[in-house]
């Protein structure tokens, strides 16, 4: 992909907040929903559109999550560096004979 962010700019945006919050999706977000974000974002802060200052280092900030999450060697590679997903279980399920019976 042309232009696209080093893997070493993506801790440094996430100091700030997540990747995935600089786009407002979830970290279970499909390549559809990271793109219809980033569009929508895009639409709204481009720098031609506004002149702030503000809205342009959003943009930019805006352009590399999206850089980094529509690529999935990329977006492995900055998920491990999270951590774990909240929820996942990750493990087997524990049984314990009392919960299982039907009586």
């Given at each position: ?100 019976q039907c009586w």
């Amino acid at each position: 992909m042309a232009g696209a962010v080093p893997l070493a700019t993506a801790p440094a945006l996430a100091a700030a907040g997540s990747l995935y919050e600089a786009l407002r999706v979830g970290r279970a977000a499909t390549q559809v929903e990271i793109k219809v974000a980033y569009r929508a974002m895009a639409k709204r802060l481009h720098p031609d559109t506004s002149r702030s200052s503000r809205t342009a280092a959003a943009f930019l900030e805006i352009q590399r999550a999206y850089e980094t999450l529509s690529n999935p060697d990329a977006r492995a590679h900055y998920d491990r560096s999270l951590g774990p997903r909240p929820g996942a279980g990750g493990g087997m399920r524990v049984r314990r004979w009392e919960t299982d019976q039907c009586w």
